[in-house]
C-alpha cells in the first residue's frame, strides 16, 4: 500500500491511497464466506459453494463491493497512522479506481487537528474582583439563617407580605380546567416569588376562606407558557416569627455556644466562598488571556457540530424539563434568533478552541493523569451529577467515557500550569496566591469545553 498526503487548509487534508490487488485477498476470502454463509445454491450445501459459481450465480462485482467495503477502514487506519495524522471525525471516501485482479485505489477527505505553537504565557496578568467579607455581608448570612429557623402559627385576620399561607388552586385556560391544573394544601410565602406572577397581589388582604381570579403565565406542566386564569382560596394564614438572635439561637442553628462564634465562622464561610470564586475568576481570565494569545484555525464541520449539539442539548434537555420551547426561551431572555445564533456560535468555537490549546499544553509540558487524580474528578462529577460514584463509574465505563475523563482532568492541569505562571493581582493591587487546584480548574475547563470533547476524541 501506498498512501500521500495533500493539506487543504490547515484543519483538513486529503489522503490518497493505492492498494495492490493481491492486499484485499484477506478480505476477498472473507466476502466468499460471509456471502457462503447468506445464500443457497442447489447442489451445494451451506458454506461450501466455490468461489466461481458464487462468481456465475451473483457476479464478482458483489463479491469486490464486500471485499472492499471490509478492506477500506484497514487501509485508511493505516494511512492515517504512516502520515501520524491526528484525524477528527470520519472521512469523506472516495474509491476512484476498482480494477480486479490489478488495483484499488481511493481517496480519503477528513478535519485534522491544526498545528498549535503556544506561546509564552508566562506573561500573563489579569485582575480579580478581592476577597473582602463586611459587617452586613456576615449579617445576611446570619440572617438567612434565622429565616431557616422561622416558625410559624396560624393567625385569624388577612394575610400580609412574609405571611405563610396554605392555598388550593385552579388554573383554566380558554375556560377548560387543565387535567395538572389543579392543586390543593399547597404551602406558600407570600413575597417569595416561588409560584406564580401575580399570586402575591391575589392573595395579600385575604383571610381564610377567601378566594381570588387572576390571570397569569403558566411557568410549568401542560400548558407551560400560556395564559391562565388561576382561582385561589386561602385555607388557612400563618404568621412566621423568627427566633431571638442571641446565643441561644447559636446553640439552636449551629454547633457554637455563642452568637459571636456563630457570626466569625459566618465570616469564615464567606471568604472560603469568596476566595474559591476568586479561583474561578482568575482561571477564566487567564484562560481568556490565552486564547488570546494563540492563532487557533477551527474546522468548519466540527463548528457545525458542536453548534448542533449545543442547540439539542438546549431545546430538547434545558429547555423541555421546563416545559419552554427555542422561542418562548429567546422571549424571556429578550434575545433574537440571529443574537442567538451567533452568541452560540461564538460559544462553541471557544469550547473548542480552549480544547485544542490545552490538550497541546498537556503534550508540551509533559502532564500526565494518575489514578489518585482522576479518582477525585470522578468523585465530584459524580456528586455533581446526582449519582452516586459507583453508578458515575460503571456508567463512565459502559459508555466507553474514560478517556474524556482522564482529557479533562488533564487539561485542568495544564491550565493550572498556565494560572500558577501567570500574575494574578486583586482590585486592592494585591498579587494573589491562588492554590493549586487542578479538579477546579478541570472544572473551568469542562464548563468552557462542553461537548466539543466528544467529537474531537472521536
Known amino acids: 500500500m501506498k498512501s500521500a498526503v495533500e493539506t487543504l487548509n490547515p484543519t483538513r487534508v486529503r489522503l490518497t491511497v493505492e492498494v495492490p490487488f493481491e492486499e484485499l485477498k484477506d478480505s476477498l476470502d472473507a466476502a466468499y464466506k460471509k456471502i457462503n454463509q447468506q445464500v443457497t445454491v442447489k447442489g451445494f450445501r451451506k458454506g461450501k459453494i466455490p468461489a466461481r459459481v458464487i462468481d456465475q450465480r451473483f457476479g464478482r462485482g458483489a463479491v469486490l463491493e464486500e471485499a472492499v467495503n471490509d478492506a477500506l477502514p484497514k487501509f485508511y487506519t493505516e494511512a492515517v497512522n504512516e502520515a501520524e495524522l491526528n484525524v477528527l471525525g470520519q472521512p469523506e471516501v472516495d474509491i476512484t479506481e476498482l480494477k480486479d485482479n490489478e488495483t484499488l485505489n481511493f481517496t480519503a477527505e477528513v478535519d485534522v487537528r491544526p498545528t498549535i505553537e503556544i506561546?509564552?504565557?508566562?506573561?500573563?496578568?489579569?485582575?480579580?474582583?478581592?476577597?473582602?467579607?463586611?459587617?452586613?455581608?456576615?449579617?445576611?448570612?446570619?440572617?438567612e439563617l434565622r429565616e431557616r429557623f422561622a416558625s410559624t402559627s396560624p393567625v385569624e385576620r388577612a394575610a400580609e407580605d412574609g405571611d405563610v399561607v396554605t392555598i388550593d388552586l385552579e388554573a383554566k385556560v380558554e375556560g377548560e380546567v387543565l387535567?395538572?391544573?389543579?392543586?390543593?394544601?399547597?404551602?406558600?410565602?407570600?413575597?417569595?416569588?416561588?409560584?406564580?406572577?401575580?399570586?402575591?397581589?391575589?392573595?395579600?388582604?385575604?383571610?381564610?376562606?377567601?378566594?381570588?381570579?387572576?390571570?397569569?403565565?403558566?411557568?410549568?406542566?401542560?400548558?407551560?407558557?400560556?395564559?391562565?386564569?388561576?382561582?385561589?382560596?386561602?385555607?388557612?394564614?400563618?404568621?412566621?416569627?423568627?427566633?431571638?438572635?442571641?446565643?441561644?439561637?447559636?446553640?439552636?442553628?449551629?454547633?457554637?455556644?455563642?452568637?459571636?462564634?456563630?457570626?466569625?465562622?459566618?465570616?469564615?464561610?464567606?471568604?472560603?466562598?469568596?476566595?474559591?470564586?476568586?479561583?474561578?475568576?482568575?482561571?477564566?481570565?487567564?484562560?481568556?488571556?490565552?486564547?488570546?494569545?494563540?492563532?487557533?484555525?477551527?474546522?468548519?464541520?466540527?463548528?457545525?457540530?458542536?453548534i448542533e449539539t449545543r442547540k439539542h442539548n438546549l431545546v430538547n434537555h434545558q429547555l423541555g424539563q421546563m416545559g419552554l420551547d427555542l422561542a418562548k426561551y429567546l422571549e424571556i431572555q429578550g434575545k433574537t434568533e440571529e443574537e442567538f445564533d451567533a452568541e452560540t456560535k461564538d460559544q462553541a468555537e471557544k469550547g473548542i478552541k480552549t480544547q485544542f490549546v490545552l490538550d497541546e499544553l498537556v503534550n508540551k509540558e509533559k502532564l500526565n493523569v494518575n489514578q489518585e487524580e482522576l479518582t477525585e474528578h470522578?468523585?465530584?462529577?459524580?456528586?455533581?451529577?446526582?449519582?452516586?460514584?459507583?453508578?458515575?463509574?460503571?456508567?463512565?465505563?459502559?459508555?466507553?467515557?474514560?478517556?474524556?475523563?482522564?482529557?479533562?482532568?488533564?487539561?485542568?492541569?495544564?491550565?493550572?500550569?498556565?494560572?500558577?505562571?501567570?500574575?494574578?493581582?486583586?482590585?486592592?493591587?494585591?498579587?494573589?496566591?491562588?492554590?493549586?487546584?487542578?479538579?477546579?480548574?478541570?472544572?473551568?475547563?469542562?464548563?468552557?469545553?462542553?461537548?466539543?470533547?466528544?467529537?474531537?476524541?472521536?
Open 119 to 143: 506561546p509564552d504565557y508566562s506573561g500573563i496578568e489579569v485582575e480579580v474582583d478581592a476577597v473582602e467579607v463586611s459587617d452586613e455581608d456576615v449579617d445576611k448570612a446570619v440572617e
Open 179 to 306: 387535567e395538572d391544573g389543579v392543586a390543593s394544601g399547597v404551602s406558600y410565602t407570600i413575597g417569595s416569588g416561588e409560584l406564580l406572577e401575580g399570586i402575591d397581589d391575589a392573595v395579600k388582604g385575604l383571610e381564610a376562606g377567601g378566594e381570588a381570579t387572576f390571570t397569569s403565565e403558566l411557568k410549568g406542566g401542560s400548558a407551560a407558557g400560556q395564559e391562565a386564569e388561576v382561582t385561589v382560596k386561602v385555607t388557612q394564614v400563618a404568621a412566621r416569627e423568627l427566633p431571638s438572635l442571641d446565643d441561644d439561637f447559636a446553640q439552636l442553628a449551629s454547633e457554637f455556644d455563642t452568637l459571636d462564634e456563630l457570626k466569625a465562622d459566618s465570616r469564615k464561610r464567606l471568604e472560603n466562598m469568596k476566595q474559591y470564586d476568586q479561583a474561578t475568576q482568575a482561571q477564566e481570565r487567564v484562560l481568556e488571556k490565552l486564547l488570546e494569545l494563540v492563532e487557533v484555525p477551527v474546522p468548519e464541520k466540527l463548528l457545525a457540530d458542536e
Open 378 to 458: 470522578l468523585m465530584r462529577r459524580a456528586q455533581s451529577s446526582g449519582m452516586s460514584p459507583d453508578q458515575f463509574a460503571q456508567a463512565v465505563v459502559e459508555g466507553g467515557q474514560v478517556p474524556m475523563l482522564v482529557g479533562e482532568v488533564a487539561r485542568g492541569k495544564a491550565l493550572a500550569v498556565v494560572v500558577e505562571a501567570a500574575t494574578v493581582k486583586d482590585t486592592n493591587g494585591e498579587v494573589v496566591d491562588l492554590d493549586d487546584d487542578e479538579d477546579e480548574t478541570a472544572e473551568t475547563v469542562e464548563a468552557t469545553s462542553d461537548s466539543a470533547e466528544e467529537k474531537t476524541e472521536a
